[in-house]
């Protein structure tokens, strides 16, 4: 069977991979892709960047499902539009995928189903903005109500701050996206990515992970879309996973099915865990992390065609997930400028070096006609590494990252460091 993968990240090329692995795959097409996805065995890049194009792609290369790595694809109704051809297709409809793609959206319908979160209002208005925050104080988060890139959170230490977030977003710095903003509560306490398959009524959790947002070591620095994960995460000890399965996943899978919006695809929330181990979510996302999804699919064991398959089919209560006990940790390399605008066409050596338990997922490379690979976006790459303890995943990860070179790379030296006993006693 042929599997379509829509994306071009690091995500999709470890969602590919994995897949690429079942014996019932002929072929993984991957639209568009990257340089690795290209270049790897049993993996083909087809060009398309419209719902049209992968409409076309699904029906003339007669691929038996696909799936949709991104949430811009999934807010503009892939989905809707595959179904209506009579296509398989695991992911949300564009009316579930709001709980992504509106801020204000997930925040309300969180409030009617009681489900843990920040306190929260949105405006559309300057001057109420404004007033709200002075009544609040900082430190206060401003968020973008829209799809905004990663670029759409400012979690605000100081009044100005945020008084000159309210001001960019409301005057069109991140386009329509930023013309209502929510305003909320500013949380404390470790963070991590709960990440579940839903069919519209039953879940399969997924393994647990911990990203990293910010850029610099000691989570210092910018926010940025990721720059390296864990699976699993041990903050989400087997008590806490349950909490969060009864107060967050599981009331938010009925609600949207009680409202006529059944949720399919996979399902994300950001949940922050507060010192006394409380969870409350921080966002919804309607698709995997990136880069999560890379140290979490270098742990699963079972075929991941037949999990797409269950939770296209309405089944997934019938299947259980089997994941390598191990410890899978992913550091990611990121270009000159990230997370600002990213330096382009630097070429990278060093990617044909292989270790074992190692596995490297492309995101932002591209491929010149001479055939050599150079940076084309702001995660260049994730450098994907197992074994039995994080400490020595995260050892082989750092060993085969030294391998792999491009001019201004930027990577974080210390991804996992919540993890691991304090140096020096271990
Ligand atoms: P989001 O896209 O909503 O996950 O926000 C991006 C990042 O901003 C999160 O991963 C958190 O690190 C931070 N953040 C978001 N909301 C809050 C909040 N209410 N309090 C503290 N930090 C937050
Ligand atoms: N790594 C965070 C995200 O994918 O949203």
Redesign the pocket.
């Known amino acids: 069977m042929k599997i379509l993968v829509i994306g071009s990240g690091g995500?999709e090329h470890a969602l590919a991979w994995r897949i690429s692995q079942s014996k019932r795959v002929s072929s993984v097409l991957v639209s568009p892709g990257n340089a690795g996805t290209t270049r790897s065995e049993g993996i083909r890049n087809i060009q398309g960047q419209t719902v049209s194009e992968w409409l076309r792609i699904a029906q003339e290369e007669n691929v038996y499902l696909t799936v949709v790595g991104p949430e811009a694809p999934l807010s503009e109704g892939i989905v809707d539009t595959f179904r209506a051809a009579g296509l398989r297709i695991f992911g949300p409809t564009q009316a579930a995928s709001q709980l992504e793609g509106s801020k204000d959206f997930a925040k309300q319908f969180m409030v009617r189903h009681g489900i843990p979160t920040a306190r929260a209002a949105t405006f559309n208005e300057a001057a109420a903005a404004h007033s709200y925050i002075d009544q609040h104080g900082a430190p206060i988060v401003i968020k973008a109500d829209g799809l905004a890139a990663?670029k759409g959170v400012v979690v605000a230490m100081r009044l100005q701050e945020a008084h000159d977030a309210v001001d960019a977003m409301l005057g069109g710095s991140l386009g329509g996206a930023g013309h209502r903003v929510v305003i909320e509560e500013f949380l404390t306490g470790e963070e991590a990515?709960f990440i579940v398959m839903v069919d519209g009524k039953h879940i399969l959790p997924l393994a647990t992970s911990q990203?990293h947002?910010r850029l610099l070591d000691g989570d210092q620095g910018p926010n940025t879309?990721?720059m390296g994960?864990y699976s699993p995460a041990p903050v989400v000890t087997p008590s806490l996973h349950g909490r969060i399965m009864r107060e967050i996943i599981v009331p938010t899978v009925a609600g949207m099915a009680a409202e006529g919006t059944p949720y399919t695809g996979f399902l994300?929330a950001?949940v922050m865990i507060d010192a006394q181990g409380i969870p409350k979510t921080l966002e919804f996302?309607c698709?995997?992390?990136?880069?999560?999804t890379q140290p979490i699919m270098m742990r699963l064991k079972s075929d991941f065609t037949v999990l797409l398959e269950h939770a296209i089919d309405g089944t997934l209560n019938t299947i259980e997930a089997e994941w390598d006990l191990k410890n899978a940790i992913g550091v990611v390399m990121a270009a000159e400028g990230y997370p600002g605008t990213p330096r382009k066409g630097d070429v990278i050596t060093g990617l044909d070096s292989k270790s074992e338990n190692v596995e490297v997922f492309q995101a932002g490379t591209s491929l010149t006609s001479e055939g050599e690979v150079v940076t084309s976006g702001g995660r260049v790459l994730c450098v994907t590494a197992m074994a039995h303890t994080l400490k020595q995943a995260r050892q082989l990860a750092y060993t085969h990252a030294e391998q792999i070179h491009f001019n201004g790379a930027q990577q974080r030296s210390d991804i996992g460091w919540r993890a691991l006993p304090v140096s020096g006693q271990h």
């Open positions: 995500r990663g990515s990203d947002k879309g990721g994960a994300y950001g996302n698709r995997m992390g990136d880069p999560e």
